[in-house]
């Protein structure tokens, strides 16, 4: 036990003279929250579009004047011009164009069948899907007002309107889903890299050997050496929280208890793959190396820049090993759904089930070396 | 009943897969010799002393150090050891008097006793004025014999120095061994490694090896008699020609 403090102690008083390291930990969850909250959202603002009006009716007049009062869209527009639509798609200054047909009106009044052609620059295929999925939410409202104006019942009411209703984040506000997403890579990045690195750098400049030489047991070595991690990540957990109540509001709708408790055990996993990466490392650069490889697996396959679900299946079926996509979850249930205990205790069982594997392993090859 | 012995080998060997590193090696050290083991590069000087100190398990043959057991005994001795590799062991960002506190501390001296040892330690290496310098400041010399104090903090019966003077200029180099001295005439045992032939004068006894074993064992005086050598240096070419042969 009294080891263990010198340790501890020693290893504070290393990282709390690193000026960069403590300044890390300070200005990392500040630069991540502030900017990234901002930077990382999925709404897309600004779209350029341009509407070539082959028809210039009361109707095509009104549909642009719908389209240029919508927030979403930067809109352009022009008479029968498709060709300079065209070429502007082609050197990507819009990034869409709908075309009216002539006789847009006119059919709309006879026979309620009518068109418009949208062509969608589909480089950035998440973009184009919204800019299609925005655009067409407009032409729906406006032939539903144009056909109740005109005093049609649907007669032919060819499609359904589906509303949504968004629960736990109602007005869709994508810094509230990713809030909690950057507290999770956060809480993530500063355990693994941090720990990861450390027990290697003692192997570099030589001093690890000099403590195997002493009466230190390992298990005081290991656990002095990853606690500090531990705490700092914690640390870093109730800063970013702070920071985000107070500059985003995100609600804290369950326990932060339980929060706090599902972070504990889920950075025993993390230090346990730190421990295991600089156990397998003789360098700080091949620890780097290693690190920056987990974490890149690790981020994309959590769900936290795209929906797991959307993943082909067998990525879904690798996500399942994916500690930070059940402490992803958790975090956002708990957060935004106040999601009890009940709730995610299979991620809990999980988690501690991945801590226990990660670490014998780490451990049983730290032994061996 | 006190061990005249500080360290008995009996055919120690370490196999690397199909490389012997030390092959099957007998020695005795007296307590409170200096004893040399000297060899050129890759003759397995390093691997032999990890073995004595711990650091890694033998393939066969048998050792005690201090009195214990290398396979069952292995805490006890490290309590009864001091070790100094050749690669600089202390912490670079941490204060001199921190790095001796740390040490002192994982050897379970009780605090006064450190501070006790502490204020012996830096008035006897003229350190006592800088002692919150970080270690980064410091000369190589300096962190040497620093290194090397802080390595017997816990009053060891033996001292395990692997290299100790590689990269420091002569003269650092002979205050070291000065140091060295001293506590081997207080009774302190130090076993040695180095490939500075001048340094192997100094020594009581020393041990030659090459490709794993003991060529040659003996006082310097011996070895330069039995080889008909004027110095350390010849009587090592010599034992390197013979094995050549």
Same mark, same amino acid.
Request: aromatic fraction near 12%.
């Given at each position: ?39 990382? $959202? %999925?709404?897309?603002?600004? !779209?350029?579009? +341009?509407? =070539? ?6 109707? #095509? *007049?009104?549909? &642009? ?110 810094? $509230? %889903?990713?809030?909690?997403? !950057?507290?999770? +890579?956060? =809480? ?6 941090? #720990? *990861?690195?450390? &027990? ?129 979850? #958790?975090?956002?249930? &708990? ?35 | ?245």
């Amino acid at each position: 036990m009294r080891n263990l403090f010198i340790i501890l102690k020693k290893e504070f008083t290393q990282i709390f003279r690193d000026k960069v390291m403590s300044r890390m930990i300070i200005m990392m969850p500040i630069v991540q929250l502030l900017l990234l909250a901002h930077a990382a $959202t %999925f709404d897309i603002k600004n !779209i350029s579009l +341009l509407i =070539v009006d082959n028809d210039n009716s009361t109707f #095509s *007049s009104e549909f &642009i004047a719908k389209f240029n009062g919508n927030n979403y869209f930067i809109t352009h527009w022009n008479y029968g011009n498709q060709k300079l639509a065209e070429s502007k798609l082609m050197e990507g200054s819009i990034d869409l164009y709908i075309e009216i047909p002539n006789g847009f009106e006119k059919n709309l009044l006879t026979s309620q069948e009518s068109g418009v052609h949208v062509t969608v620059n589909a480089i950035d295929g998440a973009k184009a899907g919204l800019a299609m999925f925005y655009s067409n939410s407009v032409v729906n409202e406006l032939i539903n007002s144009f056909s109740r104006n005109k005093g049609y019942i649907n007669i032919n009411q060819k499609f359904i309107n589906i509303e949504y209703s968004h629960w736990f984040n109602p007005e869709l506000n994508y810094t $509230t %889903f990713m809030v909690p997403g !950057i507290l999770v +890579l956060l =809480v993530s990045m500063i355990g693994l890299f941090l #720990s *990861s690195m450390n &027990i290697v750098r003692e192997k570099e400049i030589g001093t690890l050997e000099q403590l195997n030489v002493t009466p230190i047991k390992k298990s005081e070595l290991l656990l002095g050496k990853l606690l500090p991690f531990w705490f700092i990540a914690l640390f870093e957990l109730g800063f970013g929280l702070i920071l985000a109540k107070v500059f985003f509001d995100i609600p804290m709708e369950g326990s932060l208890w339980l929060l706090f408790a599902i972070s504990a055990i889920y950075l025993t996993v993390i230090l346990g793959i730190g421990l295991f990466i600089s156990t397998i490392t003789s360098t700080q650069q091949q620890a780097m190396l290693f690190t920056w490889f987990f974490s890149v697996i690790f981020i994309l396959l959590s769900g936290l820049f795209t929906a797991i679900e959307n993943m082909p299946y067998w990525a879904q079926v690798l996500t399942e090993f994916n500690p930070v996509k059940y402490y992803m979850q #958790s975090t956002r249930m &708990i957060m935004l759904k106040g999601s009890a205990y009940d709730d995610i205790s299979v991620f809990i069982y999980k988690l501690t089930a991945f801590s226990i594997v990660i670490n014998s392993l780490a451990i049983l090859l730290y032994r061996k070396r | 009943m006190k061990h005249v012995k500080s360290i008995t080998v009996e055919n120690l060997t370490k196999i690397f897969g199909n490389f012997t590193a030390v092959d099957n090696i007998s020695f005795d050290v007296e307590q409170g010799e200096i004893f040399g083991f000297l060899g050129a590069n890759g003759a397995g000087k390093t691997t032999a002393m990890k073995m004595l100190c711990g650091l890694l398990m033998p393939t066969s043959g048998t050792a005690r150090i201090a009195g214990f057991d290398i396979y069952k005994e292995s805490e006890k001795i490290k309590r009864n050891i001091g070790y100094m590799s050749q690669r600089f062991s202390l912490y670079e960002d941490l204060s001199i008097i921190e790095n001796i506190d740390f040490y002192a501390g994982i050897y379970g001296l009780e605090k006064k006793e450190i501070r006790n040892r502490t204020n012996e330690m830096l008035e006897k290496l003229n350190m006592k004025s800088i002692k919150n310098e970080m270690l980064s400041s410091l000369p190589l010399g300096w962190k040497q014999k620093l290194a090397f104090s802080t390595a017997i903090i816990h009053k060891p019966e033996i001292v395990f120095l692997d290299e100790p003077t590689g990269g420091v200029d002569p003269i650092t180099r002979r205050g070291f061994w000065e140091l060295i001295y001293e506590y081997a005439y207080s009774g302190m045992t130090i076993f040695v490694t180095t490939h500075y032939m001048d340094e192997a004068e100094y020594c009581n006894r020393i041990s030659m090896m090459t490709e794993g074993r003991i060529a040659a064992l003996g006082t310097p005086a011996k070895l330069k008699s039995d080889y008909n050598a004027i110095d350390m240096n010849e009587v090592f070419i010599k034992i390197a020609e013979v094995k050549r042969k």
